[in-house]
């Protein structure tokens, strides 16, 4: 007979003894925590796993991104490890989105949700909620307790509906007072998002810096309730964090160029690139733009070919550099698909004060607007017109012009 045989089953007889006792032990079904009725009861607290009394701070409050008819981005930032979780709805906190990655829930201080499967023009509610990871263990991971943030509100865009208004700020390269003016006074007047038109650093050292110069002070001026739309600069290709900055910044499909639909408003938006070439010894052989921006010149074929180019009463383009920036020698290519396409307006940065390139100064058939670093584009769109204003932080005016719609 084996040695351990009457332990074994010394052990099997009491562990059915108290399987068998357990549910006269248990409290009786109506003294069950109730989390409907009963407000003390807590989930994290009694979870069959380990839990730690650590509760993660928010330091990044919502930033919500490329906005579209159906989807948003929520980007936030903890102090430390958590997972991300939106809460949102229409009328209540009914549904949830989260972030994971292939079948697993992202942890970390930097959380990223995608909402999807909106209505066109309705306007949701939502929490954004994090609740902390003590330790990754392989079985029974470590957890703490939840932050939310305060309740906000945002509306997604509408193709369908009859005018469109948004703002186009620029260069505010690492400035934090200038953003948060350039956004205060964007606030005081409804617009469906704001366009950054790119160089919010001057080049990347970390998530910490970049939160620091731009992605705080933008989530706050914006207050979780008006989307961004990011162009990328040239200064974002440089420094030893440019390689990392693609999911803060990125659209929803992680390009840097994409096509979005306001009202009578058709926005294409595109990566110009570095503004030297790629053997320029500043970037030591370490730059290969070269293809990106064939490719990049591909895409934006591609976009200007779509129907709504020619159906949409106006097509607007946003990028960083007014000649299209380092192209490998493509600049006259980029004009000339916008010309054949009809593009309405091209809104630029990178020049650090106001120009207006009227239509045939460059080899353009429609107007090139560079917006100066501490100013505003506004543009207003019905299905006849495109008015366009720059005004500086102040509010006075630079420049105003109106744009009728063209046959197409
Ligand atoms: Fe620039």
């Keep these: 007979m084996h040695p351990s045989r ?3 089953a010394w052990r099997f007889a009491l562990a059915a003894c108290v399987l068998l006792a357990l549910p006269a032990m248990a409290a009786p079904q109506d003294q069950a925590p109730d989390k409907r009725i009963d407000p003390f009861y807590d989930p994290e607290a009694t979870a069959p796993y380990r839990t730690w009394d650590s509760t993660p701070a928010i330091t990044m409050p919502p930033l919500l991104l490329d906005v579209s008819d159906t989807s948003v981005v929520v980007e936030w930032m903890t102090d430390s490890d958590s997972d991300g979780v939106v809460h949102y709805g229409e009328h209540a906190l009914d549904h949830t989105a989260t972030a994971q990655r292939e079948g697993l829930l992202d942890v970390g201080t930097f959380h990223r949700v ?12 939502y929490q954004v909620a994090s609740r902390r990871v003590v330790a990754l263990n392989a079985y029974w991971p470590e957890r703490g307790r939840t932050v939310k943030s305060a309740v906000a509100r945002f509306a997604t865009l509408d193709p369908a509906r009859p005018t469109a208004r948004f703002a186009a700020i620029t260069d505010t390269h690492e400035n934090v ?5 350039l956004l205060d006074e964007i606030g005081k007047s409804p617009v469906d998002f704001v366009a950054h038109l790119g160089d919010s650093i001057n080049y990347a050292v970390s998530e910490q810096q970049l939160k620091n110069v731009f992605l705080a002070p933008a989530a706050e001026a914006l207050g979780g309730a008006t989307s961004m739309f990011y162009v990328r600069g040239n200064h974002e290709y440089r420094g030893p964090f440019a390689r990392a900055l693609g999911p803060y910044l990125h ?17 294409i938006a595109v990566d110009t690139g570095e503004d030297k070439p790629d053997e320029t010894n500043v970037y030591a052989g370490l730059n290969d733009l070269r293809d990106y921006r064939r490719q990049g010149l591909a895409r934006f074929g591609q976009a200007l070919a779509g129907a709504r180019t020619r159906s949409a009463p106006f097509t607007v383009v946003l990028g960083h550099q007014p000649t299209w920036g380092w192209t490998g020698g493509d600049n006259a290519q980029w004009t000339r698909l916008a010309n054949q396409a009809k593009v309405d307006l091209f809104i630029a940065g990178h020049v650090h004060r106001f120009m207006h390139i009227k239509p045939g100064e460059w080899g353009n058939d429609f107007p090139i607007l560079v917006v100066g670093q501490d100013q505003v584009a506004w543009v207003e769109a019905d299905e006849r017109t495109l008015k366009v204003r720059v005004t500086r932080t102040d509010g006075t005016l630079v420049d105003s012009f109106t744009l009728e719609r063209r046959r197409k």
Excluded at 254 to 267: E, K, M, N, Q
């Design 6 to 8: 009457p332990r074994a």
């Design 114 to 125: 995608v909402i999807e499967g909106l209505q066109p023009g309705h306007t949701y509610q």
């Design 177 to 181: 007072p200038r953003i948060r003016t």
């Design 251 to 267: 659209a929803q499909d992680a390009r840097y160029d994409f096509v979005r639909d306001d009202g009578p408003l058709h926005l």
